[in-house]
């Protein structure tokens, strides 16, 4: 059996349901003696990159496993010498890959036959002088090192780096707001929200290379030049204007 609502209770519901839909969706009400502004602002500070993050890695082979593991072992023990000699910290030292992969001769209508094995082991190296990390790398690869890859040059403080590019944002919202109000013949009476769109570094691409033999690196003296790195930040601010 279906109860028909009497009309007034029925309008009562149909004007409840949207009101409190919009009270659930509006944080804040928007002021109805004021005009609106919305913008997004995006703020910007550089530093000079003091932390470079490179993979140094062995790789070898030989015709048994166990031969292009013991190899790779002693050649990588050599490494990390190196890098501890030179000062880098223990923290500053992860190994990142370990790898051994059989290696194959493939001939036409045969099936393919195991040649050797080839043993990696990838190291990444955290510098935190990275003048110094150039002639560190030359070192390396004296002692073995024949695959490096990098470096990812990063800002060890980066989020007070990002906390300048907030207030740079921020500074630009409101000077931008200002012109707005001043053009409009009104004045920025407050800000009634603030939310970060994002902020990030600009990254900074890695710049691979290998080296297959000492004899590449003879008489080389590599230079990291860190340059500038810029970073970002967008916000998106709502003003009230009178």
Same mark, same amino acid.
């Given at each position: 059996?279906?109860?028909?609502?009497?009309?007034?209770?029925?309008?009562?519901?149909?004007?409840? *349901?949207?009101?409190?839909?919009?009270?659930?969706?509006? +944080? #804040?009400? !928007?002021?109805?003696? &004021?005009?609106?502004?919305?913008? *997004?602002?995006? /703020?910007?500070?550089?530093?000079?990159?003091?932390?470079?993050?490179?993979?140094?890695?062995?790789?070898?082979?030989? $015709?048994?496993? /166990?031969?292009?593991?013991?190899? @790779? +072992?002693?050649?990588? +023990?050599?490494?990390? /010498?190196?890098?501890?000699?030179?000062?880098?910290?223990?923290?500053?030292?992860?190994?990142?890959?370990?790898?051994?992969?059989? #290696?194959?001769?493939? #001939?036409? @209508?045969?099936?393919?036959?195991?040649?050797?094995?080839?043993?990696?082991? #990838?190291?990444?190296?955290?510098?935190?002088?990275?003048?110094?990390?150039?002639?560190?790398?030359?070192?390396?690869?004296?002692?073995?090192? @024949?695959?490096?890859?990098?470096?990812?040059?990063?800002?060890?403080?980066?989020?007070? %780096?990002?906390?300048?590019?907030?207030?740079?944002? !921020? %500074?630009?919202?409101?000077?931008?707001?200002?012109?707005?109000?001043?053009?409009? /013949?009104?004045?920025?009476?407050?800000?009634?929200?603030?939310?970060?769109?994002?902020?990030?570094?600009?990254?900074?691409?890695?710049?691979?290379?290998?080296?297959?033999?000492? +004899? *590449?690196?003879?008489?080389?003296?590599? %230079?990291?030049? $860190? &340059?500038?790195?810029? !970073?970002? %930040?967008?916000?998106?601010?709502?003003?009230?204007?009178?």
């Amino acid at each position: 059996m279906i109860r028909t609502l009497p009309l007034a209770a029925l309008l009562a519901i149909a004007v409840a *349901v949207p009101a409190s839909a919009q009270t659930g969706a509006t +944080a #804040q009400p !928007i002021p109805a003696d &004021g005009t609106v502004l919305d913008l *997004v602002a995006e /703020g910007t500070s550089t530093r000079v990159p003091d932390l470079a993050l490179i993979q140094a890695g062995v790789v070898t082979t030989a $015709p048994t496993a /166990g031969e292009a593991m013991q190899q @790779n +072992a002693a050649r990588m +023990a050599a490494v990390l /010498g190196a890098l501890r000699k030179a000062g880098v910290a223990e923290r500053d030292l992860q190994t990142s890959a370990v790898n051994l992969a059989p #290696q194959y001769r493939y #001939q036409e @209508n045969k099936p393919p036959v195991i040649t050797g094995y080839q043993a990696s082991n #990838q190291l990444t190296v955290r510098f935190r002088e990275i003048a110094k990390s150039g002639t560190i790398l030359d070192a390396l690869v004296a002692q073995g090192a @024949n695959n490096i890859a990098g470096p990812n040059l990063t800002i060890a403080d980066e989020e007070g %780096a990002l906390d300048e590019a907030r207030r740079d944002a !921020i %500074a630009k919202a409101k000077a931008r707001a200002t012109l707005y109000a001043q053009t409009a /013949g009104l004045k920025v009476e407050r800000i009634l929200l603030i939310s970060e769109a994002g902020s990030a570094p600009v990254p900074q691409m890695p710049m691979p290379m290998l080296m297959r033999s000492k +004899a *590449v690196m003879a008489g080389a003296d590599t %230079a990291i030049v $860190p &340059g500038e790195q810029k !970073i970002t %930040a967008s916000v998106s601010v709502r003003f009230l204007l009178k």
